[in-house]
Nanobody, 119 residues
C-alpha cells in the first residue's frame, strides 16, 4: 500500500499564491507519474499538472504560466506552486501517483486539500 499525504492549501485573494505539497510513502518500487488533480463542486475531477518519469511537466491550458509543478524523485514528493490565482481555481486539489510495486502499476490519491480564491 501507498499513502499520499498532502499539505498546503488555504484561502487567498485573487492574484495571490498558494503552495501544495505531497509526499508518497509505503510500498514503492518506483513512481511512474506524480501530479495534481482538482475537483470543484458539481464538476468532474480534472488533471491540473503532472510529471511523468523522464518527461517534462505537463499542464492544462488554464494554468499554464501561473502554476509550476515540481517533483523530487529521491524524496517521492510533488509540489504545486500556484501563482496569480483566480476565483475559478477554487477547488479541492488531490495529489495523484501512479506507482509501480514490482510488476503492478496502481493509482493512489491523497485525501484532498482545499484552495479557495476570493475575488
Amino acid at each position: 500500500q501507498v499513502q499520499l499525504v498532502e499539505s498546503g492549501g488555504g484561502s487567498v485573494q485573487a492574484g495571490g499564491s498558494l503552495r501544495l505539497s505531497c509526499v508518497a510513502s509505503g510500498s514503492i518500487f518506483s513512481i511512474a507519474v506524480m501530479g495534481w488533480f482538482r475537483q470543484a463542486p458539481g464538476k468532474q475531477r480534472e488533471l491540473v499538472a503532472r510529471v511523468i518519469s523522464g518527461g517534462s511537466p505537463e499542464y492544462i491550458d488554464s494554468v499554464k504560466g501561473r502554476f509550476t509543478v515540481s517533483r523530487d524523485n529521491a524524496k517521492n514528493t510533488v509540489d504545486l506552486q500556484m501563482n496569480r490565482l483566480k476565483p475559478e481555481d477554487t477547488s479541492t486539489y488531490y495529489c495523484h501517483a501512479a506507482v509501480w510495486d514490482t510488476d503492478t502499476l496502481s493509482n493512489y490519491w491523497g485525501q484532498g486539500t482545499q484552495a479557495t480564491v476570493s475575488a
